[in-house]
Structures are given as C-alpha cells and as structure tokens.
C-alpha cells in the first residue's frame, strides 16, 4: 500500500510491587504528561509535520459528496446552535414557531460562542431567520462589515399542533403523536407529512446553497433538528438516524469539505467555551 505508521510512546517504568516512597525510581524524573503520538504517512516519510495526519481527507470519493459539483475551492463550515431561549427554559415544543426569544442565559451563550470563534475567520455567517437563531447570530456577527445572510432551508422543523405546548402536555394530550415524535421521529407525520424527513431534503439544499456561496470559511447559525439533519445528511446518515446525534445549545460543530463536496466531520457539539474562557483554533 505505500503507507506506513509510526506509534511512538513516552512513559515512566513502575513497578508496583516497589515501596511507594520509591514509587518513581530515581534514576526517572516524575513527568505530569507521558507523550503518545501517532503519525501516518502515505508518502512513505515519517516526519513531525502534523500534516501527514489524516490523510484519509485526500482520497478520492472517500465520503459522499453534497453537491454533485466541484467547488471553487475547500471549504470550512461552523455549525453553531442558538443559544438558550425561554421555550427551552419552559421544556416547551419548539419547532418552526417565532415566539421562543433568547433568555438572559442564552444571551451569554451567545456571546461566549462570539469570544470562543474570535481566532476564526469566516467569509460569511448564514443563520435561519427565526428569532432565537438571528438573534444568536446577530451577536456572533456584531461588527462584521458583511451582512448576514438568512435562509429559509436553515429553520426548524414544523411540528404542527404540537409547537408551544409543554412536553408534558403534550405528552398527556397527544400520546400517540409525541411518542413517535420521540421515539420513531423520521415516522412522525400529521396528515401525511413528515417533519424529519422533510428535514433531510431542505438540508441537502442548504448545503449547496452555502457551500455555492463565495468564500471558504463559513458560520451556520440555526436550531436543533436541522442542525441534526445537516450533520446527518453530511454523514451519509438517513432519517431514521435522526437522533444519532445531539447538540447542546451554543454547540459547535465543524466540517471541511474538499472541492468535490466531500465532507469529513472535525469536531460535533464542542461545548468546552460554555464553561472556560476557550478559543478554538481550527
């Protein structure tokens, strides 16, 4: 195959059975952090350039593209889910409805994603018009000389008579719709449509209208369930798979995609900014 791998371990010799005054013998320096490092190569070199690393990116046709098109060029791509809102608070059933608005918690979710992603630079910032996701937006992008750019295919999954009410409730008056709802969602349907699967077709739009866009780095503001579809449909994952997957309000989710569309997954629902003065570097 032409590849080779290389493990290379740094550890400190113990010997258990040793008196625990000497549980480090002398001749060693105790070390707060053994090193493990693994490169891989497919040139054949073995070097310390972490570029050789993941270099199952560069295949052809590696994963499924999600544009059928060869791209201007790599994209990066920054999904962000709001912040707190006050249906959240209330375990109320969202969906697509405008009256959940961010909560003073989810203001400073918000801001924290701002200072998490201040390192990162990004060409545009999509978010779904709904007001718990613009509002979101509005905050991660404030001083930004470009617009905000909003789209329809970025809002929440329409949950019919089931929006506003609180799980509970809903759960007591609609049993049989709710628990498909939790329980077999890509099966949740009112009146013939479907929600879920709904979600997987606007996603795949989605994609292709933000990846078409000028740019290579983007930011992605938008709600739970289609932030779910887009990571699914990205993955090669169907409806069925629909809660695979989770992200946590203020969540980050990062993908690169090649030219040929090609996504691969960097990092699902980093949440580490939510309770330390983090910034990512990616």
Request: with cysteine; proline share 5%.
């Amino acid at each position: 195959m032409g590849s080779r791998v290389l493990l290379t371990t740094t550890h400190l010799p113990f010997n258990p059975i040793a008196d625990k005054s000497q549980k480090f013998p002398q001749s060693y320096t105790p070390c707060s952090s053994p090193r493990f490092q693994i490169l891989c190569s497919l040139s054949g070199t073995i070097g310390n350039d972490a570029s050789v690393t993941g270099g199952a990116y560069d295949y052809s046709k590696a994963t499924t593209s999600l544009t059928q098109k060869l791209l201007s060029s790599p994209k990066q791509v920054t999904l962000v889910r709001h912040g707190l809102s006050s249906w959240n608070d209330e375990s109320r059933v969202q969906g697509s409805s405008n009256l959940s608005i961010l909560t003073e918690t989810g203001i400073i979710q918000a801001e924290r994603c701002k200072k998490a992603l201040a390192d990162i630079h990004f060409d545009q910032c999509f978010s779904s018009p709904i007001s718990r996701a613009k509002s979101t937006a509005e905050i991660l992008w404030e001083g930004r000389e470009e617009p905000l750019i909003f789209l329809d295919t970025l809002k929440e999954a329409h949950l019919f008579y089931l929006e506003g009410m609180k799980n509970e409730d809903a759960k007591r008056i609609y049993p049989k719709e709710y628990t498909m709802w939790r329980q077999d969602p890509s099966n949740f349907n009112v009146n013939g449509v479907y929600p879920v699967r709904q979600l997987w077709d606007t996603a795949k739009i989605a994609w292709k209208e933000i990846l078409f866009t000028p740019g290579e780095s983007f930011l992605v503001v938008t709600h739970k369930s289609i932030l779910r579809a887009l990571i699914c449909t990205a993955l090669g994952l169907s409806p069925e798979r629909f809660r695979a997957v989770d992200v946590n309000n203020g969540g980050i989710t990062v993908f690169k995609l090649n030219v040929e569309g090609e996504p691969m997954l960097q990092s699902l629902n980093m949440t580490a900014h939510m309770y330390t003065d983090y910034n990512y570097v990616y």
